[in-house]
């Protein structure tokens, strides 16, 4: 089966523009998460959708970051404006389901630079 | 809220010698543990996960993981290291009441020498 697909996979901005990242979850997979991982930390949740509901986004920077998963399916995530601290790799996952039983799986990330 | 510490930032090991890796965890409740691998470039990858039931738990590539409730650890071992396991090796908890939500360690990044 196809996995959780990303892109683009590599962005350089530079500060105070706009970005946006896709996600296109593992088909049948009703829970998408985006994560921000920062270099040398681990990854730290942005937002969890669950079809097309926002279930946690607790840790998104509402004033700059916005996500939205229309139809339940693909997601994307943007930034905007843009801050030198937002470089980061994104990385979507999507799971069966919300239940701490379902595996998450990952896609490859995009990495942002902004410069 | 959880947490996770992994104390070591970076581990240099042998071809063919054993590799521990360090996780302790801070949660309220009976914490869900999990084991993740990154290869450079790549997204992460699930190496096991403890949930309940027997507190030494098997996974992909030959690594295994024990929980020690009274430690708040869930250790990752293997016993022979490839040189194809260097990456970086992420510990994570997640809460049943959070919804599948995972928090991370700082990582581990394992080097293999020849």
């Known amino acids: 089966e196809a996995g959780v697909a990303q892109s683009p996979r590599y962005k350089i901005i530079e500060k105070r523009q706009s970005v946006a990242f896709w996600c296109n979850p593992i088909?049948?997979?009703?829970?998408l998460y985006w994560y921000q991982q920062i270099l040398g930390q681990g990854p730290k949740l942005l937002i969890q959708f669950q079809n097309n509901g926002v279930v946690d986004d607790s840790q998104l920077p509402k004033d700059r970051f916005s996500a939205e998963r229309l139809k339940g399916v693909d997601s994307t995530l943007k930034i905007q404006p843009a801050k030198l601290e937002d470089s980061a790799v994104y990385l979507c996952?999507?799971?069966?389901?919300?239940?701490?039983?379902?595996?998450?799986?990952f896609g490859p990330g995009t990495r942002l630079t902004v410069t | 809220a959880q947490s996770v510490t992994q104390p070591d930032i970076h581990i240099t090991v042998s071809e063919g010698a054993s590799l521990e890796l360090r996780c302790n965890y801070s949660y309220g409740a009976t914490p869900y543990l999990f084991w993740y691998v990154q290869s450079p470039g790549q997204g992460l990858q699930l190496l096991l996960k403890?949930?309940?039931?027997?507190?030494l738990v098997q996974g992909i590539k030959g690594f295994e993981a024990e929980f020690k409730r009274s430690q708040s650890s869930f250790n990752l071992r293997k016993p022979s290291v490839h040189w194809s396991d260097a990456a970086e090796y992420f510990c994570?908890?997640?809460?049943?009441?959070?919804?599948?939500?995972?928090?991370f360690g700082g990582g581990t990044r394992v080097l293999v020498k020849p």
């Open positions: 403890y949930f309940s039931g027997d507190t």
């Open positions: 994570a908890v997640g809460a049943a009441a959070a919804g599948n939500k995972l928090t």
């Open positions: 088909s049948g997979h009703a829970t």
């Open positions: 996952a999507s799971s069966l389901g919300h239940s701490e039983t379902y595996e998450q799986y």
